[in-house]
C-alpha cells in the first residue's frame, strides 16, 4: 500500500507587494506586485509533490477563480488534490509587504474560508505522515491529532504563526515533529522567546520527539529527545523573495525523512531547500527538486 504525506492545512492566493527603494511608512512606495496560489499547507504539498513524495492535501477553497487556479497549479506540482473542499464564497488570501530586500515587512492573513472547513471524518489508512499547519480551526486541529493518534500515524505540526500557535498550545503533546520560531515557541509554552531552549524541554515533557527551532539567518536547532541539540548553519543565498521559504524548508525535511535520513540530515536538506526559494521570486519554487540536486 503507497504511503501518502496527508497534508492538512490552509490554501489561498498570496498576494505579494516588494518595494524597489527603501520602504517609507505611511505613504504610498514605488514596486511590484505578484499573485500566486500559497497557503501553508498548500505550498508544503507543492513541494512534496515537486520532490516527488506521495501526498495528498486537505484543505478547502472558494468556488472563485482563485481556488480554481490555486488547485490547478497545485495538481501540475503533483499533489492529489482531490480531498480539497470547494465552498461557497472567496478563496483565503495572504497579503505580504516586502522591502526592497525582499525581506517582510507586514502581512495580513485572510484564511476564513479554511477556519470554516469542516472534517467529518479523517481518513489516514494509507499515511506515513501528517503534516498540520496551524491555519485550522481549534475544533478541527483537534480531530486531525486525534485520528493521527488513534491510527498511530506521526504527525508534524507546523505553527504558522504566533497567534495561530497560541490557539492550538494544548493540541501540542505526543506530536513526531513541531517546527516552531522562537516566538511561535514561546506562544506554545508561554515562556519569554530567549528562554527557547527550556521551552523546547518544555514540549519534550509532553511528549514531542522532535522540535525544529527556526532562527531565520542564524539557522535553525534540531532538537531530538534524549539527544543533544544540533545547530545547522542558514545556508547563503541572494534574498529575492522569502515568501514560502518555511513551507519547502518542512517539505524538504519530509521527503528526505520519507527517504530514510535522519532528523538532523532531513534538516540540513531542509536549509537548502529554503535558500533555493529564497533565491527565487516564487512561493513554491517550479525547479525545487533540481535545484537541490545541484546545491547536494
Known amino acids: ?11 489561498n492566493m498570496d498576494v505579494v507587494a516588494r518595494s524597489s527603494a527603501p520602504l517609507v ?7 511590484h506586485t505578484r499573485i500566486s496560489p500559497g497557503g501553508v499547507g498548500r505550498n508544503i504539498a507543492a513541494c512534496l509533490g515537486l520532490l516527488g ?3 495528498r492535501l486537505v484543505s478547502a477553497v472558494g468556488d ?23 465552498v461557497p464564497g472567496a478563496t483565503g488570501t495572504y497579503t505580504a509587504v516586502l522591502d526592497d530586500r525582499g525581506e517582510l515587512v507586514a502581512a495580513v492573513s485572510d484564511m476564513a474560508t479554511v477556519d470554516a472547513l469542516e472534517l467529518e471524518t479523517v481518513h489516514l489508512t494509507d499515511a506515513a505522515l501528517v503534516v498540520l499547519d496551524g491555519n485550522l480551526a481549534p475544533a478541527q486541529a483537534a480531530r486531525v491529532v486525534a485520528a493521527a493518534a488513534a491510527s498511530r ?18 493540541l501540542v503533546h505526543d506530536l513526531f515533529l513541531v517546527t516552531p520560531n522562537t516566538d511561535e515557541l514561546a506562544a506554545l509554552t508561554g515562556r519569554r522567546p530567549a528562554a527557547w531552549r527550556e521551552s523546547v524541554t518544555d ?14 539567518a542564524d539557522g535553525s536547532w534540531m532538537c531530538s529527545r534524549g539527544a543533544a541539540p544540533v545547530h545547522l548553519p542558514a545556508v547563503a543565498a541572494e534574498v529575492v ?38 533565491a527565487c521570486p516564487h512561493t513554491v519554487r517550479p525547479d525545487l527538486a533540481e535545484a537541490l540536486k545541484e546545491n547536494r
Open 241 to 278: 523573495d522569502v515568501t514560502g521559504a518555511g513551507d519547502a524548508m518542512l517539505a524538504a525535511w519530509v521527503a528526505a525523512w520519507l527517504r530514510g535520513a535522519d532528523p538532523v540530515a532531513a534538516a540540513r536538506r531542509g536549509h537548502l531547500a529554503a535558500a533555493a526559494t529564497i
Open 203 to 216: 514540549l519534550h515533557d509532553r511528549g514531542v520527539e522532535h522540535v525544529w527551532v527556526r532562527h531565520g
Open 25 to 31: 511608512p505611511a505613504t504610498s512606495n514605488p514596486g
Open 1 to 11: 500500500m503507497q504511503q501518502w504525506v496527508v497534508v492538512v492545512g490552509g490554501t
Open 53 to 55: 513524495a506521495p501526498v
Open 153 to 170: 500515524v506521526p504527525l508534524a505540526f507546523e505553527p504558522v504563526s504566533v497567534a495561530k500557535a497560541a490557539r492550538l498550545a494544548d
Open 64 to 86: 472563485d477563480a482563485f481556488g480554481a487556479e490555486a488547485l490547478r497549479v497545485t495538481a501540475e506540482c503533483g499533489a492529489d488534490v482531490s480531498a480539497v473542499r470547494r
